[in-house]
């Protein structure tokens, strides 16, 4: 108090100096909030199981054989540690569709992927998941789909659910997908986007104890592939 009056202290640099704590606070918390979130939390998770039986799964009778490859489909990814996500693909991959004209259900979809041929958005992880601790292309060239079954779709938004043994770093185990297939006189496109626990396959390396890599992978698959001219 001064002369009878009441004094407020000056509050302006403080003031600012709190504004600016509250700004980087709030910056801090929404980089945990969006920019870290799991991609795979919300897409659908692969059922999988012991791979079954592919003692049916030859090209079945009066199928057409149309060749999946590089130049009409995609096969991507993307995963992710605690602080980012990263998307990848494989280049180089070949496959078939074996596809009876009116009955999607009894058609077959094979495809072989080339595990070196990854790529991701960083140069560095690329290489990393050429290493043992993740796809070890030098003992396992190669990740394999084979599909066992295709039944009518539940979930909203496709058309099918295709279960089949993928073979990846050494393990081979059966997994069911919902999937959209469409068939026109001209081609046969698949698109399919679902989620796999990379620990199922036997690729376990953690990361950094600060910067841990989640467990889940999206996977998405992108077939456009043409029938033959008639």
Same mark, same amino acid.
């Given at each position: ?41 919300? @897409?659908?998770?692969?059922? =999988? ?80 998941? @050429? ?49 959209? =297939? ?49």
């Amino acid at each position: 108090m001064r002369d009878g009056r009441v004094v407020v202290p000056a509050c302006t640099e403080s003031g600012a100096t709190m504004r600016s704590y509250l700004t980087v606070v709030l910056t801090i918390l929404s980089a945990l909030t969006y920019g870290c979130a799991d991609p795979a939390a919300n @897409k659908t998770k692969a059922t =999988v199981t012991n791979a079954q039986s592919e003692s049916n799964t030859s090209k079945p009778v009066g199928a057409e054989k149309l060749v999946i490859s590089p130049e009409n489909s995609k096969v991507e990814f993307v995963a992710a540690k605690v602080t980012r996500s990263h998307n990848g693909s494989f280049k180089q991959f070949a496959g078939t569709i074996d596809l009876v004209p009116n009955s999607i259900e009894s058609s077959r979809v094979a495809i072989d992927i080339d595990t070196a041929s990854v790529v991701t958005d960083e140069d560095a992880l690329t290489a990393h998941l @050429k290493t043992p601790d993740f796809f070890d292309v030098a003992r396992f060239p190669k990740a394999t789909f084979v599909s066992t079954k295709i039944e009518p779709g539940t979930k909203a938004g496709t058309t099918h659910e295709v279960t089949g043994n993928f073979d990846l770093h050494g393990m081979k185990k059966s997994i069911t997908f919902p999937a959209t =297939v469409h068939v026109t006189p001209d081609s046969v496109t698949i698109d399919a986007e679902f989620s796999i626990n990379r620990k199922d396959f036997g690729i376990i390396f953690a990361g950094k104890a600060d910067d841990l890599i989640r467990d889940g992978v999206v996977i998405k698959l992108t077939l456009r592939v043409p029938r033959a001219k008639l």
